[in-house]
């Protein structure tokens, strides 16, 4: 072996010991094709870098202190104080209490507003679906966008973009995507493909969303499809391979599982904006490994929320559960001094906390009512033949 050859197998040797370990194991991203531009410097890069090292030991070998590992965040121990005040007075213009049941006795099963006046949801009779309808909480009248009579099965919350409202069924083990203006019309039908079932031969939908004059969606099995609204061919998004549809147009892997038996821990760790291919990569705070769902801005775990790139870690007035609505609220369970619990909303974004209604804790207490969670709303119905609706596009206002 050579003088130089001895210098450059210390100099990586020393630093080979620089380098700090911290035990995290890191999934690896889907592989990305170089660019020619990127082939070419790639070898380039490496002879730079030996060019370096062994200019360096010429010069001289010096100790190098290794930097001192960056201090964990303190970490918040589970909320235990006051209950936080009702939704209502937090956000008053974004709390709507409307009837259960619309024209005819059928029951109006509320999923999306596409005002913050008009709120459009499913009308059910002998709970079989009969059509799409709104209601103006200001008027407080229903009216029918479209009569429903396709035999199709809908399993999933209405969505709304564009001026349309859209929705996903299953018929003959195909997946359909319909659509009607808001106003008014007749369904048509975008898209139709083999329906993704699980290995228990379970149907599990797609998450579906409207933009930019399309209906854009990802299967189980991963992919961003789209399809014009005015009719087209379907189509699979360059690039998209794996990834799931998160906030158009962010799509991101690894998709949150809670149905496996051993639960992704780090659910959405890469992001990618399918139009313009930036990537954003989460990062938790120093000392976290691993959170509950992770946004285009806000990542959470059971106490604490952070931002994506792992800073700004805050606590959370509460233990959060679910997934990260809207791009930024948490649900929560609270707990007070006196053992008293409720179900409450918390705003990561502005640290607002709103309580939706108390937890029932034992025997001879009204039992607490079902909470409906989606995607830009949580409602739930109460004793009096009405739904209260949180709308969560006007809170985030």
Partial sequence: MTDIEDRLRDAMAAKAETVLDDGRTRALPPPRGLSSGARWWAPMTVAAAIAIVAVATVVGTRTVTPPAPPTPAARPTPHVGPLSPPVKQVWPGAVHEIPTKGPGGRVFKPDVFVTDRVVVGRGLTGNRLDGIWSYDVDRRRFTQIAPLKNGSVMNAPL???????AWSALRDRMTEIWAVPVT?????????????????????????????????????????????????????????????????????????????????????????NVLTGEARDAAP?????????????????????????????????????????SGRFV???????????????????????????????????????????????????????????????????
């Avoid at 499809?225 to 061919?233: C, E, V, W």
């Fill in 159 to 165: 969505v709304f973009g564009d001026g349309y409202v």
């Fill in 331 to 397: 649900l929560l369970h609270q707990k007070d001094r006196d053992g008293r619990r409720a179900s409450a909303v918390h705003d990561v974004a502005t640290g607002r906390t709103g309580l939706l209604f108390p937890i029932s804790t034992g025997q001879g207490e009204k039992p607490s009512p079902t909470l409906y969670a989606q995607e830009g709303m949580f409602w739930f119905r109460t004793e009096r033949g009405t739904q209260v609706l949180l709308n969560l596009n006007a809170a985030g206002r």
């Fill in 285 to 325: 705070p120093a000392g976290r490994t691993s959170w509950d769902d992770c946004g285009v801005t806000w990542c959470f775990n059971g106490v604490e929320a952070w931002r994506r790139d792992g800073t700004g870690p805050r606590g959370l007035p509460g233990t959060a559960y679910g997934d990260l609505y």
């Fill in 184 to 272: 008014g019309g007749v369904p048509r039908r975008i898209a139709s493909i083999t329906a993704a079932l699980t290995s228990e031969n379970s149907y599990m939908g797609i998450d579906l969303a409207i933009a930019d004059g399309m209906a854009v969606w990802s299967p189980l099995d991963g992919g961003v499809y789209r399809a014009p609204l005015k009719g087209g061919k379907a189509s699979l998004i360059n690039g998209t391979r794996g990834y799931y549809l998160a906030d158009w147009p962010w799509a991101g892997w690894p998709e949150r599982d809670m149905t496996v038996d051993h639960p992704i821990t780090r659910p959405m760790e890469f992001l990618k």
